[in-house]
């Protein structure tokens, strides 16, 4: 387990991560590749924070702004989810198409 | 930072499993067992988090994800037409252009991990890891904690505005109609009134 090592992981799970959010149609799990950047994107953060921030306690602190942004991210997307499903009854993004010319 | 065997071997073992899992997300046809494969990834990197002297993040980590999968598997359940994977589905959409971004992303990214030095600076001797986080958040960051505090709250009034079906003054789309493509054309965004093409035209790729 070194800083190479896990920054090699937060990579590939960033990779996942944007094939996922760029190929799914269904908005959920569009949603679901866009948590795993930010997984990775923590990961990254520990990593720097233990092997080369010397316990900084803002790495730690920085961890858990990105927790924030990832509820917020979940709880805004599932309340458009409903409302383009309650408009539209629409759950993927192939259906969104009115600013489409 | 010196550590035995054992954590080298851990690491392995859940840097694997956080990947594989991370992967089979996309790969299952359920997707209320997608939601768990996410859950998995991320709590393998909890784990990651707790062996490099996070705990109190990597504890974080679990409850949060816990919950927050269990929300989205209920809304698999609720909207999706295929939660319980019951035929086999595959739902994408530019999908080569999608594996090339992901593989190009991973990488750049790795090349920079691989290449580039970054200062080896270890977590001090007698550092107390949850101590040191409270003393930040409730000291010199106290203003960007209670910030994100705020914008919590504001995420939670905006989610009840957009997900309510009715205002103060009536049902939401109530009158609203929204302007033609064209000059005097029909209203966009409308639904087709024939039969043939209704809402649920999904593409199914295998």
Redesign the interface.
């Known amino acids: 387990m070194t800083l190479v090592t896990l920054l090699l992981l937060a990579a590939a799970l960033i990779g996942i991560g944007l094939y996922g959010a760029l190929s799914q149609q269904s908005f959920v799990m569009l949603m679901m590749g866009l948590e795993l950047i930010l997984n990775g994107v923590m990961l990254a953060a520990v990593a720097f924070w233990a092997y080369s921030g010397a316990g900084a306690p803002e790495g730690q602190l920085l961890t858990i702004i990105v927790m924030a942004v990832m509820a917020i991210e979940m709880a805004m997307g599932f309340a458009l989810v409903v409302a383009v499903f309650r408009g539209k009854q629409a759950d993927t993004t192939e259906a969104l198409s009115e600013l489409k010319q | 930072?010196e550590?035995s065997i054992a954590?080298?071997i851990a690491?392995l073992l859940l840097?694997v499993l956080?990947?594989v899992a991370?992967?089979r997300?996309?790969r299952t046809d359920s997707?209320v067992r997608?939601?768990f494969f996410?859950l998995v990834?991320?709590i393998a990197?909890g784990a990651?988090?707790i062996?490099?002297?996070?705990e109190?993040?990597g504890v974080?980590?679990f409850f949060?994800m816990a919950v927050?999968m269990m929300?989205?598997a209920l809304?698999?359940v609720m909207?999706?037409?295929n939660p319980a994977g019951l035929n086999p589905m595959m739902?994408?959409?530019?999908?080569r252009?999608?594996?090339v971004?992901?593989?190009v992303?991973?990488v750049i990214?790795?090349a920079?991990?691989?290449f580039s030095s970054?200062?080896?600076?270890?977590?001090?001797a007698g550092?107390d890891?949850v101590h040191?986080?409270g003393?930040?958040?409730l000291g010199d960051?106290m203003l960007?904690?209670e910030s994100?505090g705020i914008?919590?709250l504001a995420?939670?009034i905006?989610?009840v505005v957009?997900?309510s079906?009715r205002g103060r003054y009536g049902a939401a789309?109530e009158g609203s109609m929204?302007p033609g493509?064209e000059p005097g054309g029909d209203p966009?965004?409308q639904?087709e009134d024939d039969e043939s093409g209704g809402?649920?035209a999904?593409?199914h790729h295998h």
């Open positions: 930072m550590h954590v080298d690491f840097a956080a990947v991370g992967w997300v996309f997707m997608a939601s996410l990834s991320f990197v990651i988090m062996l490099l002297a996070a109190y993040l974080a980590m949060m927050e929300v989205m809304f698999m909207f999706m037409m739902m994408v959409h530019q999908h252009l999608s594996i971004a992901g593989g992303a991973f990214l790795a920079m991990a691989l970054f200062p080896a600076d270890p977590l001090p550092l890891p040191s986080l003393e930040e958040m960051s960007i904690f994100a914008v919590l995420t939670m905006g989610v957009l997900s079906h789309e929204p493509l966009a965004g639904p809402g649920h999904h593409h």
